[in-house]
T-cell receptor, first 115, second 115 residues
Framework: AQKITQTQPGMFVQEKEAVTLDCTYDTSDPSYGLFWYKQPSSGEMIFLIYQGSYDQQNATEGRYSLNFQKARKSANLVISASQLGDSAMYFCAMRESNYGQNFVFGPGTRLSVLP | DTGVSQNPRHKITKRGQNVTFRCDPISEHNRLYWYRQTLGQGPEFLTYFQNEAQLEKSRLLSDRFSAERPKGSFSTLEIQRTEQGDSAMYLC?????????????FGEGSRLTVL
């Protein structure tokens, strides 16, 4: 079964607008971490933001915020004030503490920012 | 530069040949991961090490793949008798579980093309 689901293969957003990239996950581990990575066309994977399963507050990092809804098992990434440089693939990933320490990645969402 | 280093960056080989990739992680990181990524997909977990111990290996990894981390520093990933289906980007990442979020720091990848 898919552990990480990203239902939006591609998204478009107008420059300076906000966009939400969806991520749902599946785990029975009470302790886990959720991560978002950006992969521009150059190929490097860039860490954006982290949310721990026990964190009470939604994570924020600059223009990135994570809308964490634990009961729904969703961890959506919100990018505010989109910039042309935000055009890239975005991957949601999960690390479970009790089922090995490997990171499981979703299939990704390709975001295109339009001028 | 103290990031994760991978080489070679590109490798073209004929089917049936053996190839080896090397990864030098961030020096203070005790965990090292190998992932495979095909075009338009998310990274797929292959294996990971904590120090020199290989703690987890994907069931998808055939016995043609072997990875080592002999002194708990650099790691090698060898693919024997390559097949065209092995063509992919091989990503190495490292992390530290002492403080911080334990996020993965990725190298730039080694792209394998099997003719």
């Amino acid at each position: 079964a898919q552990k990480i689901t990203q239902t939006q293969p591609g998204m478009f957003v107008q420059e300076k607008e906000a966009v939400t990239l969806d991520c749902t996950y599946d785990t029975s581990d009470p302790s886990y971490g959720l991560f978002w990575y950006k992969q521009p066309s150059s190929g490097e994977m860039i860490f954006l933001i982290y949310q721990g399963s026990y964190d009470q507050q939604n994570a924020t990092e600059g223009r990135y915020s994570l809308n964490f809804q634990k009961a729904r098992k969703s961890a959506n990434l919100v990018i505010s004030a989109s910039q042309l440089g935000d055009s890239a693939m975005y991957f949601c990933a999960m690390r479970e503490s009790n089922y090995g320490q490997n990171f499981v990645f979703g299939p990704g969402t390709r975001l295109s920012v339009l001028p | 530069d103290t990031g994760v280093s991978q080489n070679p960056r590109h490798k073209i080989t004929k089917r049936g040949q053996n190839v080896t990739f090397r990864c030098d992680p961030i020096s203070e990181h005790n965990r090292l991961y190998w992932y495979r990524q095909t075009l338009g997909q998310g990274p797929e977990f292959l294996t990971y090490f904590q120090n020199e111990a290989q703690l987890e290996k994907s069931r998808l990894l055939s016995d043609r793949f072997s990875a080592e981390r002999p002194k708990g520093s650099f790691s090698t990933l060898e693919i024997q008798r390559t097949e065209q289906g092995d063509s992919a980007m091989y990503l190495c990442a490292s992390s530290s579980m002492t403080g911080g979020t334990g996020e993965l720091f990725f190298g730039e990848g080694s792209r394998l093309t099997v003719l």
